[in-house]
C-alpha cells in the first residue's frame, strides 16, 4: 500500500519518477554502505566515481573535437573537464587526511542529494508562478526558482548533518556560508556539464546508469562541490 501511495505522489510530477526512483535508491544503497565499510571503500568509490567520470569526459571532448573541430567549444570543454578532475582529486587528496574523512564525505553526498531534489521538486511546483530560466543556452530546463529550492534544501541539510556529526566548534554563520559558497558553485558545474555536452551534441555522458545517463551525469555538481568544500574548509575552518 505504502508503495503504491509513493508512486502516485512520484508520478504526479514526472511519470518516469518512481522507476528513476527506485534506481536512485540502489545507487545510495550501495554508497552509504561504502560509507558504512569505513575509510578503504569510501576511498574506492570516489576513485571509481573519478575514473569512470573520466572516461565520459574524454569522450564527450572527442565528440565536441569530431563535431567543432580545433576550436573555441572544444577549449572550453576542455578546461572545464580538466579542472573538474583536477578539483576533485586536490579534495580527495586533502580530505582523506582528516580524521572525518568519511563523514565529510557522506555529508557532502547527502547535501548534493538534497539540493537535487530541492531544486527537482521547487522548480516542478512553482516554475510556472516562476518561469524564469537559470541558463537557458545550455540547460534550459532549469530554472531560478529551482535553484533557490535545491539551495536552501542543499544548506538545510548540510548545516543539519554538520551539527549532529562533525564534532568541532565553528562559527554558524562560518558554516553556513561555507554551504552556500560550495552547493552554487556545484550548481555552476552542472551547468558547465550541460555546454560540455550541447557543445558534443550529446544528451548524456553515458549510459552506464540507465535512465540517469552516465557517471558524470550524475557526479557533476559532486566534483564542485568536494572541491570547493576542501579549499573553504582549509582556508575558513582550518580542517
Not at 580545433?70 to 586533502?94: M, Q
Not at 568541532?168 to 556545484?186: G, K, L
Request: aromatic share 14%.
Amino acid at each position: 500500500y505504502m508503495s503504491s501511495v509513493v508512486s502516485r505522489f512520484a508520478n504526479s510530477f514526472a511519470p518516469d519518477l518512481w522507476s528513476r526512483s527506485k534506481f536512485s535508491i540502489l545507487i545510495g544503497l550501495f554508497t552509504f554502505a561504502c560509507f558504512m565499510l569505513g575509510e578503504l571503500p569510501t576511498l574506492f568509490l570516489l576513485v571509481l566515481i573519478g575514473v569512470l567520470s573520466a572516461r565520459e569526459m574524454l569522450r564527450a571532448m572527442l565528440r565536441t573535437y569530431k563535431n567543432h573541430g580545433i576550436g573555441d567549444k572544444l577549449i572550453k570543454s576542455s578546461v572545464i573537464c580538466i579542472s573538474s578532475l583536477i578539483g576533485y582529486a586536490y579534495s580527495i587528496v586533502y580530505l582523506k587526511d582528516s580524521s572525518l574523512f568519511v563523514e565529510i564525505i557522506a555529508i557532502l553526498t547527502i547535501t548534493i542529494w538534497a539540493t537535487d531534489s530541492g531544486a527537482y521538486f521547487a522548480g516542478k511546483s512553482l516554475s510556472k508562478k516562476f518561469p524564469a530560466k537559470l541558463a537557458p543556452r545550455y540547460s534550459p530546463n532549469k530554472t531560478w526558482i529551482g535553484a533557490l529550492g535545491g539551495g536552501l534544501a542543499g544548506i538545510v541539510a548540510f548545516y543539519s548533518l554538520w551539527e549532529i556529526y562533525i564534532p568541532i566548534e565553528n562559527n554558524m554563520i562560518f558554516v553556513i556560508f561555507i554551504a552556500f559558497i560550495a552547493i552554487y558553485a556545484s550548481m555552476a558545474g552542472d551547468i558547465m556539464q550541460s555546454y560540455c555536452k550541447r557543445a558534443a551534441q550529446m544528451d548524456d555522458s553515458g549510459g552506464l546508469l540507465g535512465g540517469h545517463g552516465g557517471v558524470w551525469d550524475r557526479y557533476d555538481a559532486f566534483f564542485v562541490l568536494t572541491a570547493m568544500f576542501a579549499v573553504m574548509a582549509k582556508i575558513v575552518l582550518f580542517l
